[in-house]
Nanobody, 114 residues
Framework: QVQLVESGGGMVQAGGSLRLSCTTS????????LGWWRQAPGKVREFVAVITNMYNTYYEDSVEGRFTISGGSPGNTLYLQMNSLKPEDTAVYYC????????WGQGTQVTVST
């Protein structure tokens, strides 16, 4: 059974940092892109960052320069270092693997207070 499990969420004050992790099991993702998405209350799920199977990284404009995605193959543990957090970063953060199939984790809550 393929599983993606996020961890590392929590509550932090604005300006603080958190590091999210996503551990994978059940298969390897050598030819997959691994990424992070987020969904705030009442909003659609939105792209945050991705690392491709060629280790290229891409970011949503509002997190560029503050968030860093790393990991992926070969260990398939994915990370998201989030610095200079803002209240608008508050959301449930999801790990995603996309390639021949698409897999999602259950999400981890990040709350940034003023």
């Amino acid at each position: 059974q393929v599983q993606l499990v996020e961890s590392g969420g929590g509550m932090v004050q604005a300006g603080g940092s958190l590091r999210l992790s996503c551990t994978t099991s059940g298969r390897t993702f050598d030819n997959y892109a691994l990424g992070w998405w987020r969904q705030a209350p009442g909003k659609v799920r939105e792209f945050v960052a991705v690392i491709t199977n060629m280790y290229n990284t891409y970011y949503e404009d509002s997190v560029e320069g503050r968030f860093t995605i790393s990991g992926g193959s070969p260990g398939n543990t994915l990370y998201l270092q989030m610095n200079s957090l803002k209240p608008e970063d508050t959301a449930v953060y999801y790990c995603q693997a996309s390639g021949g199939f698409e897999y999602w984790g259950q999400g981890t809550q990040v709350t940034v207070s003023t």
